[in-house]
């Protein structure tokens, strides 16, 4: 009998070739502490802050366009006009605004990122340190000169951001308070004890975004952004120094005070234009026991939202 061999008509398919698999590049979440629990932080606007600052080659010249301060000009003409107010009502449900004491109806976007709260309190006890503004903060103590740790590992030269070496060395093993705003909280900047401004400067720079996705990108970026140095001369917590960061679309800082003026616990410091910013304070070693917890999570690379007027710490 002869064997019949049955073969497959199919064709034949190529051999596939192995390749590496590609490497998955996960998007950098911010978690912050929210009232006892933690959550991610809602970037705004996130789509394009992760072009600009995670893409290294889609986001390089925007990189370049966002710290120049004729684009931060626009952006505040633009929130100067009605037209602006129309996204006011959706900015509060999406970013879920805390607008309590700032009800009312605004004429354009402007007009409601620099709202003013009414009745901010600050402890009734003069050792407490209230947060001179709302935001996300961090705090770190014995802090050096030649670098220090701010938020989510970026470090820097705390000569360079003073721009003064002497300074510089005045707050060696000393606190740093950092107090980061984002677009949907209250802009306005509140004074945390009585006391006299001394002395202010203003220093020249770019206007980077303040968010931990720049400071993963950006080297030394708190010493290369456009800021502010107040001297202030407190009751409770002896020579501070406040330096107010601008950020990506922040044109201006606007002081509501002169040097020489003695202040008051709770009275209007300052307020940003519209914008991310950045509020950092400097106090001298022995004249503030920062909350441990805060302190903690700082550590672990945790930012604790407050609101203006919370207690983050006593003096001693």
């Keep these: 009998m002869k064997r019949i061999q049955l073969r497959s008509k199919l064709p034949k398919l190529p051999r596939r070739k192995l390749t590496p698999r590609k490497k998955i590049k996960r998007k950098q979440q911010i978690w912050i502490y929210n009232e006892g629990r933690l959550e991610q932080e ?3 606007p996130e789509r394009w802050m992760r072009l600009i600052y995670e893409n290294p080659l889609g986001g390089a010249s ?4 966002v710290k120049r301060k004729a684009l931060s000009r ?3 003409l633009y929130c100067r006009t009605p037209m602006s107010a129309r996204g006011i009502p959706k900015f509060i449900e999406k970013y879920e605004v805390d607008m309590t004491g700032c009800e009312g109806s605004y004429k354009n976007f402007a007009q409601f990122f620099s709202r003013e709260k009414a009745d901010v309190a600050f402890p009734e006890n003069t050792a407490a340190l209230g947060s001179p503004c709302e935001g996300l903060v961090s705090i ?3 802090i050096h000169p030649e670098q220090v740790i701010a938020a989510k ?5 705390l000569e360079e951001l003073f721009d003064d070496e002497s300074l510089a060395r005045e707050y060696e093993n000393g606190t740093m308070v950092s107090v980061r705003l984002t677009p949907a909280h209250y802009h306005r900047m509140h004074f945390f004890d009585n006391g006299v401004v001394t002395a202010t400067r203003m220093i020249k720079g770019d206007l980077y975004s303040v968010s931990p996705l720049a400071l993963k ?5 708190y010493c290369r952004n456009k800021r502010a140095l107040i001297h202030f001369s407190t009751e409770s917590f002896g020579e501070v120094v406040i330096v107010e960061v601008g950020a990506t679309f922040v044109g201006s800082i606007v002081h509501c005070f002169e040097d020489g003026q003695e202040v008051r616990r709770g009275d209007l410091a300052s307020y940003f234009k519209p914008g991310g910013s950045l509020v950092l304070m400097f106090l001298k070693e022995g004249a503030f026991k920062p909350h441990s917890d805060l302190v903690l999570r700082t550590i672990d690379g945790i930012e604790t939202k407050i609101s203006i007027g919370s207690t983050i710490g006593l003096g001693r």
């Design 140 to 142: 770190f103590e014995d």
């Design 153 to 157: 590992g970026a470090q820097f030269s």
């Design 62 to 65: 925007l990189l370049w366009l």
């Design 42 to 44: 809602r970037i705004c």
């Design 74 to 76: 626009l952006y505040g």
């Design 217 to 221: 990108r950006v080297v030394r970026l």
